[in-house]
C-alpha cells in the first residue's frame, strides 16, 4: 500500500485548506483510511476517519463541524476539508491505512503515507 499526502500549505485562521491522499496498491473496498496530525513537540494524534466501502466517518471532537473527510473510490483519493482553521491546527497530517471497513476508528492503522504541513496563522 502507498499513500502519497499533498495539499497542505500556509493559510491565516479562519482559512482553509483541502489535503489529498491518493492511494495505490491494493482494492480498498475493505479498507478503512484515516487522518492524523502531528504538532510541533506533541505526540500524533486521530483526526478523522472514513470506512471505503460505506463511507462511514468519524472525527475526534475538536474538529467535528469544521472537516469532512470524505473518498472518491474512483480515483482511489481520500480527501480532509479543513474549514475554519485555527492556529492549533498546525500540525504535520498524515494518511493512513488500515483493513477492515466495519467501522472508521481510531486505532490500529498499518499503513502511512509521508506527512503534509499545515500552518495555520493568527
Known amino acids: 500500500v502507498q499513500l502519497q499526502a499533498s495539499g497542505g500549505g500556509l493559510v491565516q485562521a479562519g482559512g482553509y485548506l483541502r489535503l489529498s491522499c491518493a492511494a495505490s496498491?491494493?482494492?480498498?473496498?475493505?479498507?478503512?483510511m484515516g487522518w492524523f496530525r502531528q504538532a510541533p513537540g506533541k505526540e500524533r494524534e486521530f483526526v478523522a476517519a472514513?470506512?471505503?466501502?460505506?463511507?462511514?466517518?468519524y472525527y475526534r471532537d475538536s474538529v467535528k463541524g469544521r472537516f469532512t473527510i470524505s473518498r472518491d473510490t474512483a480515483k482511489n483519493t481520500v480527501y480532509l476539508q479543513m474549514n475554519s482553521l485555527k492556529p492549533e491546527d498546525t500540525a504535520v497530517y498524515y494518511c493512513?491505512?488500515?483493513?477492515?471497513?466495519?467501522?472508521?476508528?481510531?486505532?490500529?492503522?498499518?499503513?502511512w503515507g509521508q506527512g503534509t504541513h499545515v500552518t495555520v496563522s493568527s
Open positions: 496498491g491494493r482494492t480498498f473496498s475493505s479498507y478503512t
Open positions: 472514513i470506512t471505503w466501502s460505506g463511507g462511514r466517518t
Open positions: 493512513a491505512a488500515k483493513r477492515g471497513n466495519n467501522y472508521p476508528s481510531p486505532y490500529n492503522y498499518l499503513y
